[in-house]
């Protein structure tokens, strides 16, 4: 019904910049909130940034100032420019977003594979 699917990913050195993708497609009314979470192998899933419909953005706290999340709302896709990279952002990294399908106000929450950054020299 409504597919998130995340590019980008890959491998860069520590100090590195690297721009994730997620673009949202299916039945889609409108998009609310995205977010975009992490999961480093043995830990589990955390929130890393969120941004509103409206633009609004809140960030972890080891990422903020490092990481910009922003969105292109015509093409329902969400970004997470991440730079001064550093080997403990190594992890799978997935989106998220809440979903208006039928135009009817009700939110469903959906997620994409996932796209792994590893952080290394």
């Known amino acids: 019904q409504v597919q998130l699917v995340e590019s980008g990913g890959g491998l860069v050195q520590p100090g590195g910049s690297l721009r994730l993708s997620c673009a949202a497609s299916?039945?889609?009314?409108?998009?609310?909130?995205m977010r975009w979470y992490w999961q480093a192998p043995g830990k589990q899933r955390e929130l890393v940034a969120t941004i509103t419909s409206l633009g609004r953005t809140n960030y972890l706290d080891s990422v903020n100032g490092r990481f910009t999340i922003s969105r292109d709302n015509a093409k329902n896709t969400v970004y997470l420019q991440m730079n001064s990279l550093k080997p403990e952002d190594t992890a799978i990294y997935y989106c998220n977003a809440d979903v208006d399908v039928a135009g009817n106000a009700k939110l469903y929450q959906y997620w994409g594979q996932g796209t792994q950054v590893t952080v290394s020299s």
């Open positions: 299916g039945r889609i009314f409108s998009i609310k909130t």
